[in-house]
């Protein structure tokens, strides 16, 4: 193993996805702990100058970022820990930003050739209005992660107007077609991208791999390596590196598809989002992959650590 360090586990948050954060945190802590690095664990509350002397006074040689959604996944902290001279894992600022933005992250898969549903950004109150695009279709909020707020719109489903009375996340949204099929997604570690895991969920009333799908126990059944036509899931894996790479991430990133193989016509293969820091916990799906392909979990966190690094 390398030298051990000194680690900050930074974990929690305030962002919708806090829960998630520190059941990662916790994860990653005792797997770093494990292998004898001296690990600290740190809740990213709201107020910045506490956050900032408390880094000041552990000292870290490496901050493990855990946390997941605003302020942690899209380029905030990672801008503090810049300014700080901290390295840090998983991806720098504008990787972070890019791919939290989904309306950014599209244009960047666009002009790098990569397949993405057809669809547009709109203030959301023109949802009330009338349809944006032919039902079905998925409304999304523009900077929210592991699917908080995405809605699907069905032909002749009255939901237009609850969506926008509900609706907390901004003044515009990302609509797209709807994709029958399979949800599959593809771990990457640096170059390599490890296998393809399809995703079914399994409690009542996911008709996608939504919030509590993703992360209750039971709530979704993983197969890995999907049963899939070898071609698709070569396609899967390429994809999902030149995503990696058209964002600049660094460390690992999880890119996540639909596969819409329900008809008689050729499989289409849809890029939906690339994940720079993919959640960690016990049913994640980047250590479950990780695991397939031989690298324990600790030696995953560990991985991430010795690709930590200061981008300023």
């Known amino acids: 193993m390398s030298t051990t360090k000194r680690i900050t586990v930074l974990m929690g948050g305030i962002s919708s996805e806090r829960t998630v954060s520190l059941s990662s945190g916790q994860g990653v802590a005792e797997a770093l702990r494990s292998l004898g690095h001296t690990v600290h664990t740190l809740d990213a509350g709201a107020d910045l100058r506490t956050l900032v002397t408390e880094l000041d006074a552990q000292k870290p040689d490496v ?9 942690g996944e899209d380029g905030c902290i990672q801008g503090i820990l810049d300014w700080m001279g901290i390295p840090y894992t998983h991806s720098g600022v504008r990787a972070s930003a890019t791919a939290m933005d989904k309306a950014a992250a599209r244009s960047a898969f666009l002009s790098a050739g990569l397949p993405v549903a057809k669809g547009r950004v709109i203030d959301i109150a023109e ?22 707020g995405v809605s699907i719109v069905r032909p002749g489903a009255n939901v237009r107007e609850r969506i926008v009375q509900d609706w907390t996340f901004g003044p515009q949204a990302l609509v797209e077609e ?20 399809d995703i079914t969920p399994t409690g009542q009333g996911h008709d996608f791999y939504d919030y509590d799908a993703k992360y209750n126990a039971g709530g979704s059944r993983h197969v890995l390596p999907a049963q899939i036509d070898p071609t698709i899931a070569q396609q899967a894996l390429d994809v999902a590196v030149a995503a990696h790479r058209a964002l600049g991430c660094s460390g690992a990133s999880r890119s996540d598809f639909r596969l819409d193989d329900t008809g008689s016509a050729a499989p289409r293969l849809i890029l939906l989002e690339v994940n720079t820091q993919p959640g960690m916990t016990a049913t ?11 690298i324990s979990y600790p030696e995953l966190c560990n991985w991430l650590v010795e690709q930590a690094a200061c981008r300023q």
């Open 63 to 71: 901050v493990f970022n855990a946390l997941h959604g605003r302020f």
């Open 127 to 148: 949802l009330k209005a009338g349809d944006p695009l032919p039902a079905p279709y998925v409304v999304k909020p523009i900077c929210e992660g592991s699917s908080v």
């Open 178 to 197: 709807f994709i029958p099929g399979r949800e599959i997604t593809v771990g990457v570690m640096g170059d390599r991208a490890l296998t393809v895991t």
């Open 284 to 294: 994640s799906l980047l250590p479950e992959q990780a695991a397939y392909c031989g």
